[in-house]
């Protein structure tokens, strides 16, 4: 993760900075250090200053949070000396960290109307996991891990729904999606019915077929209804934020595990054949073709791969198991059973894909798997879903005692009406832990809702529960800071990052973009960091064979560049065999700049004017140089980005240091040892 008190503006966006701030609160198992001379214990810092500024300060133990949060990985493997230099390099960053923040507080940033909505989004937005996750985390992670054992291959039909639809309108398409799953039972194609019916688009095409899937793979309560569905048989329907869905499961197997691949691809061209009388799977074939000759795979990748993000890779791809890639791609990957086994084109609609298995996995333990899980439970667990749970957890936890009697009046006032029915606003009807919850509150939530009286008995019981469940969630909501520790760390980081991001675009990114003069400056000023190194305009000829070079030469004038044009023509004309046959490669090449590997020939030859030819790799060059260019400064113009980020830096440093004269920091060294000694244990 990059440390989000080293980043920038011009690095990074807002989200990404706060939210990296408090993206999860740190968990690891330590296991105490057997060493042979060093026999003192731990010492407890929980409520030890490590540094002070002005007349606030930050205790060791929330310091280390930030750190470990921040460093844990990059610390394994470091020597005393090495720790000991991490963590001072890190209370730096942290010092001026909180400066920041301080200026922020200092300049009333925390009580404007824009920070008070999105901090309270992003808050509750941190106290889900804590409702959610710590109570009901494992037995999602046992049940998720159990599951991956199988995939299933389902179909499904939907009827979506409208976002916010009251729970009395939701009726409707829950009939209309039962009416359906009555017509699959009466022995109706369900593809046919999902052609028919569905509003997911693609039904249209495959008749509602999703093909294999396993856990976390799609939303929970979906996930849920198709493990709990027979084959052959079609589940009740069931909701989801898109809708209603009816889920026929028509296949279960063995979890195929998972499989690393890389591949080859071949775009399709926009408006031209995509069948196997195309171009782009001709050159497929052809580079298929060389690779059963035993032609070097990274070296095709390199040059002829359009997957961009892949090809300097060799094509590698991350592991994926079932339902990770589109069908066909997967279908081939799975596949293959060897280790360097390679398919031959695949067609997705992105275009030909040649396929490389590099590895392939069973299902690994759950401890070797439980982070990912972890993280896959708490995206896929549905609230709604949750709530009857936990609310009956938090009713042993917060000590609740109910009024019954008082209970039953309130549900009875509901039903009956204000009209024919008066409570006393002060009548208690629940108590959890220290508060007590009145007829007022229950009339408050009625009126926030519009719920109109009376309402029939069975809806006044749903309403009561749902007031009482609500108001139960607000309650540990409201005191989750008081038991968990990690979640105050966490609101209090969000709340600081938000305020960090404000108070660095006011003093530094916006003024250094808008300051014209001060940039300008800026630039005249350090002109020797704004540099060309020597450069060249060539052209690479790049050939299977000196023939083949001897027929490119002759269609390239050695004055002009050439155009994409003129390129293309070139590589058609001599690549009508075979794509390896010819490659171009034009460009202005600086002195230790970035090459693909056809182009590092550039560096075999001497720069100057003039043409040389030279065999490298298996390969017949002819590099034409028709320019030097001599080393220059840079234009401003040409390094503006680059000047605006130095510039901030430099507002940067100077405005810490005005704060580091308003709010003096002190640093408690003997904390910082004790510290330092402490993490030695940690390992």
């Not at 108590?431 to 009625?446: E, G, H, I, K, R």
């Not at 969000?494 to 530094?508: H, N, P, Q, S």
């Not at 605006?644 to 405005?655: G, H, K, M, R, V």
């Amino acid at each position: 993760m990059m440390n989000p008190i080293q980043t920038t503006k011009y690095h990074l966006p807002r989200l990404i900075i706060f939210s990296a701030i408090a993206f999860m609160a740190f968990s690891c198992t330590t296991k105490k250090k057997v060493a042979d001379t060093n026999t003192a214990q731990p010492i407890n810092l929980s409520e030890r200053a490590i540094f002070s500024y002005g007349q606030d300060s930050v205790i060791a133990d929330d310091f280390l949070f930030a750190f470990l949060k921040n460093n844990h990985d990059s610390l394994q493997g470091k020597n005393p000396a090495q720790l000991e230099q991490s963590v001072k390099d890190y209370l730096q960053l942290y010092i001026n960290f909180k400066l920041k923040v301080k200026a922020a507080y200092g300049a009333g940033m925390d009580k404007n109307q824009s920070f008070l909505q999105e901090f309270d989004k992003y808050r509750e937005q941190l106290s889900k996991p804590y409702m959610v996750e710590n109570r009901l985390n494992e037995k999602m992670v046992l049940e998720a891990y159990d599951r991956l054992r199988e995939e299933i291959h389902a179909s499904h039909i939907l009827i979506s729904m409208p976002e916010n639809v009251s729970g009395d309108d939701t009726l409707q398409y829950y009939q209309k999606a039962d009416s359906i799953r009555r017509l699959a039972m009466q022995g109706n194609s369900f593809a046919m019915l999902a052609e028919k019916f569905s509003d997911d688009p693609s039904a249209a095409q495959n008749g509602g077929n999703l093909g294999f899937f396993s856990s976390m793979q799609m939303v929970y309560p979906f996930e849920n209804a198709a493990y709990q569905t027979t084959v052959g048989k079609t589940s009740n329907p069931v909701r989801t934020n898109f809708g209603y869905h009816i889920i026929k499961v028509q296949d279960r197997r063995p979890a195929q595990g998972r499989v690393k691949v890389a591949h080859i691809m071949i775009r399709h061209k926009e408006g031209e054949k995509q069948d196997e009388s195309s171009a782009e799977y001709d050159q497929a074939m052809k580079i298929y073709d060389e690779l059963q000759k035993g032609a070097d795979w990274k070296n095709l990748t390199e040059r002829f791969s359009e997957d961009l993000s892949t090809r300097s890779s060799g094509g590698e791809l991350p592991y994926f198991t079932t339902g990770g890639m589109l069908n066909t791609f997967e279908d081939a990957a799975f596949a293959l059973s060897q280790p360097g086994e390679i398919s031959k084109p695949v067609k997705t609609r992105y275009g030909w894909h040649i396929i490389k298995l590099l590895d392939r996995k069973g299902l690994e333990p759950l401890e070797m798997l439980r982070p990912l899980i972890e993280r896959k439970v708490q995206q896929n667990i549905q609230q709604a879903e949750m709530q009857p749970e936990m609310v009956s957890l938090l009713k042993e936890e917060n000590n609740y005692v109910p009024n019954k009697p008082m209970i039953a009046r309130a549900i009875k006032y509901m039903s009956a009406g204000p009209e024919q029915m008066t409570l006393d606003n002060k009548g208690e009807l629940f108590s959890v832990s220290d508060t007590m919850f009145t007829f007022s509150a229950l009339q408050a939530y009625l009126e926030k809702n519009n719920v109109k009286l009376p309402v029939d008995s069975a809806k006044a019981i749903q309403l009561y529960h749902q007031f009482e469940g609500d108001q139960i969630l607000a309650y540990e909501e409201t005191h989750l800071a008081e038991k968990y520790p990690d979640y105050r760390r966490l609101v209090q980081e969000y709340k600081e990052g938000i305020l960090l991001f404000d108070t660095m675009e006011a003093r530094v990114w916006k003024k250094a973009s808008e300051d014209d003069k001060g940039l300008l400056t800026y630039y005249q000023t350090h002109k020797d960091k704004y540099r060309w190194l020597k450069r060249v305009d060539a052209t690479l000829l790049d050939a299977k064979d000196q023939q083949t070079l001897d027929r490119a030469k002759k269609m390239v004038s050695k004055e002009e560049s050439l155009s994409k044009k003129n390129i293309t023509q070139i590589e058609t004309q001599l690549n009508t065999d075979s794509p390896l046959n010819i490659q171009v490669h034009q460009d202005v090449y600086e002195e230790g700049g970035p090459r693909t590997a056809a182009e590092s020939a550039i560096d075999k030859v001497a720069w100057e004017v003039g043409t040389s030819e030279l065999a490298s790799n298996e390969r017949n060059y002819q590099i034409i140089i028709r320019e030097v260019i001599l080393p220059r400064e840079k234009s401003f113009e040409e390094v503006k980005g680059l000047v605006i980020s130095d510039y901030q830096n430099e507002l940067e440093q100077a405005w810490v240091g005005e704060l580091k004269k308003k709010y003096p920091v002190k640093v408690n060294e003997q904390v910082v040892g004790q510290l330092i000694q402490n993490l030695s244990y940690k390992k």
